[in-house]
């Protein structure tokens, strides 16, 4: 299966593009079905399906990338399977093994082999699976039918320009998740609990939100899209430690780097008006890999950290250590990579 496609691999924003396909699996009478490809990006849904009423949704997102030696890897894809089980837990939706994440994933990437980014164009194929509840539900109870999706789509950086600091607002106004909601977990809700805070911060010139501990309103949680981190100049690394954000495989990773790379890496609270304490900011995940924060608008304070045009010399460090670990371009010793 395969399409005739021109794409300019350099240029590529963060969107859906058509593919030759997607994969679906189902499950029904208890049990997961076989793992189907699709070619139809619409499917037929019961108009009560839980899904659409209730927000029985939850999804991942990972991305393959092709290395330099030719090669297509996932990353850390066992990771995403097992937080899918976190979310899925927490919505009483049922999830996929480790072994069927992965072989559904791995079939969405051989009949799009085509629509992965080359080596050295900066690109990437990100997946998403998706998680739906699809039983009819009119009374509030959980879904028993649920299809697992997984599509793909060639995808260059989340922020237009890159590797290239960007300015972020506390919305202080909304909250994104509940002090003992599903912050924890990739809902869909949560997503669009966010949209309006989003909007109204990129009216103000704002790309990017930070929110605020949904408890207290005193400390940072995490961005939209991306969890928090930053860098102290005495070589410390801190992450809030918080139960309504979604714990990042970015952050994961990027603390296991920090730590082979000398840097302390502290998880705690870190109360907004401490930011002064840090000398680098940034946003990390699987779409915003790791981007640069050079300000961030508190109230009427704005908290500056470092160049406004030039990411930091710790984090660029941190952003080439990951990259080139997912371009194969730095020894992967940690196993975190799947051949596809
Ligand atoms: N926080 C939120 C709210 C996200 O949507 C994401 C993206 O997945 C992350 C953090 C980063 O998580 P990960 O690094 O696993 O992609
Ligand atoms: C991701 O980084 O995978 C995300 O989920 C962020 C997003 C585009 C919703």
Redesign the pocket.
């Known amino acids: 299966m395969s399409t005739t496609h021109q794409l300019d691999w350099k240029n590529l924003g963060f969107q859906y593009l058509p593919t030759n396909g997607f994969v679906q699996l189902d499950f029904v009478d208890g049990q997961w079905g076989q793992v189907e490809v699709k070619q139809d990006p619409y499917m037929p849904m019961h108009i009560a399906a839980n899904c659409l009423h209730y927000g029985q949704a939850c999804f991942e ?2 991305k393959a990338f092709t290395t330099k030696a030719g090669k297509v890897v996932l990353f850390r894809p066992d ?2 399977a097992e ?1 899918m089980r976190l979310s899925a837990e927490r919505i009483c939706m049922e999830a996929p093994s480790n072994e069927l994440f992965i072989e559904a994933c791995r079939k969405a990437i051989e009949i799009n082999r085509d629509f992965v980014p080359p080596y050295g164009t900066g690109a990437s194929l990100y997946l998403r699976p998706l998680l739906i509840g699809t039983e009819a539900t009119v009374g509030i109870k959980p879904s028993s039918t649920f299809s697992l999706i997984v599509f793909v789509t060639p995808v260059g950086p989340y922020y237009k320009d890159g590797f290239r600091p960007v300015e972020a607002l506390v919305m202080e106004d909304y909250d ?1 998740a509940a002090p003992q909601g599903t912050g924890r977990a ?1 809902m869909a809700g ?2 669009a609990a ?1 949209l309006k805070p989003g909007m109204e911060a990129k009216k103000k010139g704002y790309p990017i939100v930070l929110f605020a501990d949904p408890k207290e309103h005193s400390y940072v949680d ?6 928090f981190i930053a860098i102290t100049p005495n070589g410390e690394y801190k992450t809030p430690s918080s139960s309504s ?7 994961e990773t990027l603390q296991v780097l920090a730590q082979e790379m000398g840097l302390t890496v502290i998880r705690e609270p870190i109360a907004l008006n401490s930011l002064d304490q840090f000398s680098e900011v940034g946003a ?5 890999v790791l981007t640069p924060v050079h300000a961030i608008q508190y109230r009427d304070r704005k908290f500056t950290f470092g160049d406004p045009d030039v990411a930091g010399a710790t984090l660029t460090r941190l952003y080439q250590q990951l990259q080139g670990i997912q371009y194969g371009e730095i020894p992967d010793t940690h196993e975190w990579l799947v051949e596809i």
């Open positions: 997102g990972l990771r995403n937080r994104r990739k949560n997503y966010s995490e961005f939209g899209t991306s969890n954000i979604l714990q990042s495989i970015t952050n990390v995940g699987t779409a915003a």
